[in-house]
């Protein structure tokens, strides 16, 4: 401990000298008061009890006062002259912005300068500029850190901590940022502005807004002429690290990206602290006549506008902020009727609410069509089935029945019978039944075919058209038949086809009896007896032949 209080005699804490560094650092030049508003705002609410608000606020403050006491013992910190209230000014050194610069998070080309003589004239300016990021940001207390305290001060810190919440940390804001119109970064050329404050918030709805705070003193022609050169700054354009050539600004900063037909550039608030002699509601009107062609947009059939290549214009007080908040009614944008809430007037609602009114609408329609295509789907299916219906029925009136027992046809029999070879019908029995089609081939062989005990593997079967005797008109025998079958191309080797066997025996004894000749006898008529001398031949013919 001895340690810590000759390195911090006034004994800080590394957390109350992190908030020094972080709100100097973003806002260069602040009072004790306003870095214990930003840092630690549930200090607000303690020492409720002393006797005075100058007590009081001695008493919240006294943590920051000796981390910034110790701070200037290292010399990160020094004091920059008072306010016009008396509360004096604490200033970051250049060793001060290199340590801010880790707190923040931010590259110390960005940390700007050291805000040196800035409360030589009492820097009502810088204060404003403070007011309106502690406007915007409404720090929250932490509610852990007075568990102990009495319950009025948790009433009360419950109170703010419910709140509407504000916009951003403190590291979301930059201060005194030069906007080149020409020149560089770090090296502006003349004719450009210089935008006391620069939120970037995406977090919150807010990806970059330019704030500038007019403490009245200034007529509406100077703010105008202020609107034009962020107009200039807003159309430069230069190569990013790709090689593409985009708005300048983009290559710092990232805003909103631009939808179809419309592409605005980044919106400006103008907060006025009225501590001078100029009168808003007279400034603003007329401010907004003059840089009318920088902030009208065009109006759309859906009633919104498209503010494409604008600059969306917005006006509040800084009393109305401080008491309402970002979330408050209170900003107003140029070219419209009625105050709105921060986002909304940086914003395009009635261009969301016609979005959404589209995309609701095709909703709907695609959801009719849809609804239509399956009317249609289903008309189709009950089409299709009762011309199936239909066809079936018909079909079924087409059946044929058999001609015998009047059952109708299956299918498969319906299809046997129909079917047809070169023309001529394949089926024997095409108007019965299976049924009736078996028994009919049975009667039809058990008519014309004798019945055989034993059929041998050489059987002949004759088929249903066996002939009959031409004589006596008996019915070949299987034998019979088969002798009588003709040979190939050739006739039939039988002598008498037509005969049954009987008849044919027959017919062979008649013929030899009528010649008086048995069968027998002519055979031995014709064999010799004995051998018959050749006889020698004469003449020519004899010897031809030799």
Known sequence: MAGKRITNPAGSTNSYRGDVLR??????????????????PHLTFRHADKESPSKQKQARTASHTGALSDMRKHGLSENGG??????????????????????????ATEMGSTARGAGSSGASHPMAVNETVIAM?????????????PSHVQAAAQAAADGPDGIGTIASYWTEVPLPANGTWNAPGKGGAQADLVLTAPQDGVPLLFI???????????LAAKLEKYARFFKRKMKDTDGRERPMWRTRWTGLEGRYGDEPHPPVLLVFNRIGERNPDRTVPRLMELTRHLWQGERQRGGHHLYDRRIPIVAVGLKNLRAHGPAGPVFLRFGRTHPQPLLEAIGNPRRDAAEAREAEEAKVRAAEYQAQVRRAAQEHDAKKAAAAVREAAQREARRPACASCGTPFTDERWEAAEKTHWGELVDTHPQLCDGCKHQAVAATKE???PVHSEAAANDFWPGPQRPVCT?????FTDERWKATKPVGWGSSPAKHPSLCGDCDQRYELDSDLAWGVSHRQGER?????????EQKATGWLS????
């Open 23 to 40: 709100v100097l650092g973003a806002l260069k030049v602040a009072t004790a008061d306003q870095i214990q508003r930003i840092g630690a």
């Open 82 to 107: 008072s306010t016009e209230t008396g509360d004096s000014l604490r200033n970051l050194t250049t060793k001060g912005l290199e340590a801010a610069s880790y707190e923040l998070r931010r590259p």
């Open 137 to 149: 940001l409404r720090p929250k207390p932490n509610l852990a850190k007075l568990a102990d305290d």
């Open 212 to 222: 500038e705070v007019d403490n009245c003193h200034e007529t509406a022609e100077e």
């Open 447 to 449: 008519r014309q075919e």
């Open 471 to 475: 004589e006596c008109g008996a019915a």
């Open 525 to 533: 008529d014709q064999e010799p007896d004995q051998a018959v001398p």
């Open 543 to 546: 010897r031809l032949r030799r």
